[in-house]
Nanobody
Framework: QVQLVESGGGLVQAGGSLILSCAAS????????MGWFRQAPGKEREFVAA????????YYRDSEKGRFTISRDNAKNTLYLRMSGLKPEDTAVYYC??????????????????WGKGTLVTVSS
């Protein structure tokens, strides 16, 4: 069992920046590929970004390239999502998730082994 706890969400004005964190516990963090997903009010959950187990490869939803940066610190068992140039449409509950073994298709389609409970990000206009 891997437990994931997100933090860092809050209210931010359009154009602002925010850093989300995801603390992992329970198993070896470095063995898992990690991802960030989000679910806006009344909409389905969607892929945002992912990173390989050792951080060598990253993947982003096309609309977030250049604005969002995913990173990890395996020594601290923590995943991060740095967001800038935030837009009202970025408003959503953001979830971190873990998957044992890397797979671009699996990561981008939400085929994950463990999920956190989310942190709310609200972007005002």
């Amino acid at each position: 069992q891997v437990q994931l706890v997100e933090s860092g969400g809050g209210l931010v004005q359009a154009g602002g920046s925010l850093i989300l964190s995801c603390a992992a516990s329970g198993r070896t963090f470095s063995a898992y590929a990690m991802g960030w997903f989000r679910q806006a009010p009344g909409k389905e959950r969607e892929f945002v970004a992912a990173i390989s187990s050792f951080g060598g490869s990253t993947y982003y939803r096309d609309s977030e390239k250049g604005r969002f940066t995913i990173s990890r610190d395996n020594a601290k068992n923590t995943l991060y999502l740095r967001m800038s140039g935030l837009k009202p449409e970025d408003t959503a509950v953001y979830y971190c998730a873990a998957r044992f073994s890397d797979s671009i298709v699996a990561l981008t389609t939400g085929q994950m082994d463990y999920w956190g409970k989310g942190t709310l990000v609200t972007v005002s206009s």
